[in-house]
């Protein structure tokens, strides 16, 4: 399951794990309510920084963010944590539900 951080957690979120590089601004970490911070897994700097700068077009993106998942022995690691919960909830930050990383991560992961 996605959902964005700033939303209220809920107890179908089940383990609540932040997928985001950067700590949400204004969010503490008691309003976050995150289980697990998996930053590796995010888009590298620069490549986040492209996206969301307009340099990079959506699916070029995904295509390079896929290539950098497929590298990553993070992905490894946090697909075994998810493992151990029933329920599982992603992160993200982002305003827009249907084009950010998390999308892409969850596909990934086979969720």
């Known amino acids: ?11 179908d979120d089940g383990f609540r794990v932040l997928v985001d590089r950067l700590w949400p601004r204004g969010l503490t970490k008691e309003r976050a309510s995150v289980d697990s911070w998996a930053k590796d897994v995010a888009p590298s700097t620069e490549l986040r920084r492209a996206f969301h700068q307009g340099d990079l077009p959506w699916q ?5 963010y896929r290539e950098e998942l497929a590298d990553n022995p993070a992905v490894g690691m946090l697909r075994a944590e998810l493992a151990e919960h029933e329920t ?17 991560l969850l596909d990934v992961l086979g969720l």
């Open 1 to 11: 399951m996605l959902k964005r951080v700033y939303d209220d957690p809920s107890p």
């Open 88 to 104: 599982s909830t992603l992160l993200y930050g982002v305003n827009d539900a249907e084009r950010n990383h998390a999308v892409i």
């Open 60 to 64: 070029e993106f995904e295509s390079a």
